[in-house]
């Protein structure tokens, strides 16, 4: 097995030491379509655009068009963007008049990005 230290590498220069932990653990773990799909959840987050929406709306809800000002974008990147995040259910949306007002889906993803932000500023 190998591990990644710095810049070098470590092998475990043996076979299975812990067969009975390598078979419970195997038996716990979650298909593959499980994740796929987490890893398409996170791919979201790889986007700089749609981190900074995601976090500019963990503060507020937003409509679009004050989405594009804060970010300097144009409206229709803005669109593209929410669109994205909606069918990942990241994001919904409430009207209200001729306004649409963006939210995030529910507080995991606010756990999400907060706990990913703790992460990177430790």
């Not at 932990?21 to 790889?46: A, C, H, W, Y």
């Not at 209200?96 to 706990?115: C, N, T």
Request: charged fraction near 30%; aromatic fraction near 8%; charge should be negative.
């Amino acid at each position: 097995m190998e591990h990644k230290h710095g810049e070098e590498t470590v092998l475990c220069d043996c076979e299975v030491i812990h067969g009975d932990l390598v078979e419970t653990i195997g038996r716990e773990m979650p298909n593959d379509g499980i994740f796929n799909r987490l890893s398409q959840f996170f791919k979201v987050f790889g986007d700089p655009t749609r981190s900074k929406i995601i976090w500019a709306l963990d503060r507020h809800e937003m409509c679009g068009c004050d989405l594009a000002v804060l970010l300097n974008m144009t409206k229709s990147a803005i669109s593209h963007q929410l669109a994205f995040l909606k069918q990942a259910d990241l994001v919904r949306y409430r009207r209200e008049g001729k306004v649409v007002f963006y939210s995030l889906a529910d507080d995991h993803i606010k756990q999400i990005l907060e706990a990913g932000e703790e992460h990177i500023n430790e």
